[in-house]
């Protein structure tokens, strides 16, 4: 299983987030640092703050010193440091990873609710492998004819993901998970029938997990005020709460994370919205268990036995901002 603990590029933001609010408790600007402790280039200080470096532990010891940091609070940055820098001995923790990868598994590990969107696809922690192999290898297909030769080995992202995984099923601290599944990601566009069949398949199993809520947008279902969300993003709360709340933007080839906290709050609105819209839980089951019999050409049989389903009904909330206790 992946660890529970925070990966180190969560580590060097929080360690970055305690070593300005320090730096300025103290009345100091970044200049004044540089200068009092001998460092050759302010952009040093500068990435320490904002978690763009391995902190080196001396680095950081120089800092606390100058800051006054003691005692126990000394104690607990100089621990996040150690984490922060130990990127292999975190991967230790994963069967295969890949670079594409690791960013959203550091973003995983130790989070105590997930929530996610995506207008077109399956989210990548709810993939299967066939499912996971023809998206990797669709985008395999345009990097070659952009010229692009450095993809990793197909394969290889499949493993990787599947790995990622498993935090899902952790027992006994898995994250709450709950995503918003679009119509189309299930569509005949998306894959050949048998791969589709098996994800939604895998798709019926999730949903029958405590910690995993799976909500499905219809294609033509109204959000909010005729709002249409342009991006894929997910948001990621951490079991400590003193670690910075992350959104990812998810943009196809390239991803964003931001922890500020204007543009957390509006996606949060917007994922608000979009559960509002969607169905409710048990009728995206239903929804899902009539989908795997189209697909095998039955009317009702499923190879998941969860008893008959049901008319989906629409399911309205009063809409407001994602509050971390919902």
């Known amino acids: ?26 009345g100091l600007t970044g200049d004044q640092v540089i200068e009092r402790i001998g460092w050759a280039s302010a952009s040093k200080l500068s990435r320490l703050e904002n978690g ?3 902190p080196d532990p001396d680095d950081v010891g120089v800092l606390l010193t100058l800051y006054g940091a003691e005692g126990e609070l000394r104690e607990e940055l100089l621990g996040i440091t150690q984490e922060a820098g130990d990127m292999r001995g975190w991967l230790r923790n994963f069967p295969v990873m890949t670079q594409q990868q690791r960013g959203f598994a550091e973003l995983e590990a130790g989070c105590a609710e997930i929530s996610e969107y995506n207008p077109v696809l399956v989210p990548g922690l709810l993939q299967t492998p066939g499912y996971a192999r023809h998206r990797i290898m669709s985008a395999a297909r345009v990097a070659e004819q952009a010229g692009d030769q450095e993809t990793e080995d197909p394969e290889t992202e499949v493993r ?70 342009p991006t894929a993003f997910s948001v990621y709360r951490f079991a400590d709460p003193l670690d910075p709340e992350t959104l990812a933007i998810e943009g196809g080839f390239t991803d964003v994370m931001s922890t500020e906290a204007n543009t957390l709050n509006r996606y949060k609105v917007v994922f608000e919205w979009l559960c509002s819209a969607a169905l409710s839980a048990s009728d995206t089951l239903s929804w899902l268990i009539e989908a ?28 407001g901002r994602l509050t971390t206790d919902r």
């Open 1 to 26: 299983m992946p660890p529970a603990a925070p990966g180190p590029i969560l580590r060097r933001r929080r360690l970055g987030t305690e070593l300005r609010r320090l730096r300025e408790q103290a």
């Open 52 to 54: 763009r470096s391995r």
């Open 160 to 229: 990787a993901r599947q790995a990622r995984q498993s935090l899902l099923n952790r027992s006994p601290d898995a994250p709450r998970y709950t995503a918003v599944l679009e119509e189309a990601a299930l569509g005949r566009r998306a894959g050949p029938p048998e791969v589709l069949h098996e994800q939604i398949v895998h798709l019926c199993e999730l949903a029958m997990l405590p910690n995993v809520t799976l909500h499905l947008l219809l294609r033509d279902t109204r959000v909010g005020d005729w709002y249409l969300p």
């Open 292 to 319: 795997t019999g189209r697909l095998t050409g039955t009317a009702a049989e499923s190879t998941v036995a969860f008893g008959p389903a049901t008319a989906p009904t629409q399911r309205r909330r009063d809409s």
